[in-house]
């Protein structure tokens, strides 16, 4: 039995409580605070007008891949004054999911800069909001610049299958990377 920690991370209100949520087998560990009027002007929820909280620290789930595999699933919180945290949030990952609103691209910028830099495995999950025009991969890859390398797939946040897929094509990413380091073949 083998477990490895996953980090979720995204721009502010991109779905990653809700991927947390769905996904994780354990009721997960939120860490939610009502938003309040002191954030208008300063929290930008046009495009998420139903959201009510934020994270202040992290999400925590767990999920069992198969009989072998744990994965513990950290969620970052998504608003720049708490990116203080993400230095202790992403030590010992494995890999890391950025989420993505094709609306609001340039709210992963960050979050992308972040993982290169510590040369943490990432890969791009586009969480396709109600009404959000369909972008293809590799758009969506151009318009980022990022390596062709990384996959880029999309999936509903809201939906378990769907993040469980998300969850597995980083697994899978992380092992090819390893085995191209260390020069195994498949
Ligand atoms: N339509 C739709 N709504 C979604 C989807 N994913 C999340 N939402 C909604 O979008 C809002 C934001 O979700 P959260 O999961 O709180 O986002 P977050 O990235 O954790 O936000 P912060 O922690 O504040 O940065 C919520 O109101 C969700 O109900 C989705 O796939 N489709
Ligand atoms: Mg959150």
């Not at 945290?85 to 989420?99: C, K, P, Q, S, T």
């Not at 290169?116 to 909001?129: G, S, T």
């Not at 890859?141 to 509903?156: E, G, H, N, T, W």
């Not at 946040?157 to 899978?172: G, M």
Request: glycine share 8%; aromatic share 8%; hydrophobic share 40%.
């Amino acid at each position: 039995m083998t477990s490895a920690k996953i980090v979720i991370a995204g721009g502010f209100g991109v779905g990653k409580t809700t991927l947390v949520g769905s996904v994780s087998e354990i009721t997960p560990l939120t860490t939610e605070a009502i938003m309040t009027s002191a954030g208008v002007g300063v929290d930008d929820t046009r495009s998420v007008p139903n959201k009510t909280t934020t994270t202040v620290a992290m999400d925590f789930g767990r999920i069992s891949i198969d009989r072998d595999l744990i994965l513990y699933l950290f969620g970052t919180p998504g608003q720049t004054r708490f990116w203080f945290m993400w230095d202790e949030l992403v030590r010992g990952a494995i890999g890391a999911v950025v989420m993505v609103d094709t609306r609001r691209l340039a709210d992963c910028f960050a979050a992308i800069d972040f993982f290169e830099h510590r040369k943490l495995p990432y890969l791009i999950a586009i969480n396709q909001f109600d009404g959000q025009q369909y972008h293809n991969a590799q758009d969506v890859r151009d318009a980022l610049a990022i390596s062709q390398d990384v996959p880029v797939v999309s999936c509903d946040a809201r939906n378990r299958e769907s993040t469980k897929q998300v969850l597995i094509s980083l697994v899978e990413y992380v092992l090819s990377m390893r085995r191209t380091r260390t020069g195994v073949s498949a």
